[in-house]
């Protein structure tokens, strides 16, 4: 068994690994709209899409650990597949959202 210490507040680091990630987030994107790589509207789609994941990522790791510090594997391995499950459900209903508003304007541009 590893000791990992107290067992931790997943709640608590979700939010606190949400807040970090904005904060990079925020400072990459930014850093790519000033470079006009990144237009306003797609670094702060990104900045938020980036911050959930984090939070998502940081309370699964926190979880894995706690479970980890007690010997449960099946259980980190199951807050590890949530993790991942929940930064692809992220990611899949992000693309879902960009293929909507490319779909709205190209039916847009058709009807001009």
Same mark, same amino acid.
């Given at each position: 068994?590893?000791?990992?210490?107290?067992?931790?507040? +997943?709640?608590?680091?979700?939010?606190? /690994?949400?807040?970090?990630?904005?904060?990079?987030?925020?400072? +990459?994107?930014?850093?790519?709209?000033?470079?006009?790589?990144?237009?306003?509207?797609?670094?702060?789609?990104?900045?938020?899409?980036?911050?959930?994941?984090?939070?998502?990522?940081?309370?699964?790791?926190?979880?894995?650990?706690?479970?980890? #510090?007690?010997?449960?594997?099946?259980?980190?391995? #199951?807050?590890?597949?949530? /993790?991942?499950? #929940?930064?692809?459900?992220?990611?899949?209903?992000?693309?879902?959202?960009?293929?909507?508003?490319?779909?709205?304007?190209?039916?847009?541009?058709? #009807?001009?």
């Amino acid at each position: 068994m590893i000791n990992t210490g107290e067992p931790r507040n +997943v709640t608590g680091h979700v939010v606190s /690994g949400a807040l970090a990630s904005a904060v990079v987030a925020s400072g +990459v994107n930014y850093n790519s709209y000033s470079k006009n790589e990144l237009s306003k509207e797609e670094a702060v789609k990104n900045s938020i899409k980036l911050t959930i994941q984090g939070g998502v990522a940081t309370g699964s790791a926190i979880a894995a650990a706690n479970y980890l #510090g007690k010997g449960n594997f099946l259980g980190m391995l #199951g807050a590890i597949s949530i /993790g991942l499950g #929940g930064i692809y459900a992220v990611e899949k209903i992000s693309d879902k959202l960009n293929d909507t508003k490319k779909i709205e304007e190209k039916t847009q541009e058709v #009807g001009e």
